[in-house]
């Protein structure tokens, strides 16, 4: 499986970006995805994820309420709609794909196998 993230870019603050992660290859399902992100000289965190069904999210509390995740199983696609972006936003954002069911979720990292390559996103003050 590979996952191709893309949309990132520098936006002023209070400005919105909308990320798109693509799966290629040999896709399972169903799925659980999610989006992770690393700003400069931190440790990777957690912003979102998504179950197969598209019924179950979960939210960090940094970005709760200004992203929403969501997905398109037909194209075997993952979305990050981000509003209200702030200065602390800045990172790279990583999407991940795990087995699952159609209704569960993870929070975790090491709960992901597969990893897309990153895009940057940049909010200026």
């Known amino acids: 499986v590979q996952l191709q993230a893309c949309g990132g870019g520098l936006v002023q603050a209070g400005g919105s970006l909308r990320l798109s992660c693509a799966a290629s290859?040999?896709?399972?399902?169903?799925?659980?995805m999610a989006w992770f992100r690393q700003a400069p000289g931190k440790e990777r965190e957690f912003v979102a994820t998504?179950?197969?069904?598209?019924?179950?999210?979960f939210y960090a509390d940094s970005v709760k309420a200004r992203f929403t995740i969501s997905r398109d199983n037909a194209k075997n696609t993952v979305y990050l709609q981000m509003n209200s972006l702030k200065p602390e936003d800045t990172a790279v954002y990583y999407c991940?794909?795990?087995?699952?069911?159609?209704?569960?979720?993870?929070?975790?990292?090491?709960?992901?196998?597969?990893w897309g390559q990153g895009t940057l996103v940049t909010v200026s003050s």
């Open positions: 290859g040999r896709t399972f399902r169903p799925n659980c």
């Open positions: 991940a794909a795990a087995t699952s069911d159609s209704k569960t979720v993870y929070i975790h990292g090491y709960q992901y196998g597969y």
């Open positions: 998504i179950s197969w069904s598209g019924g179950g999210t």
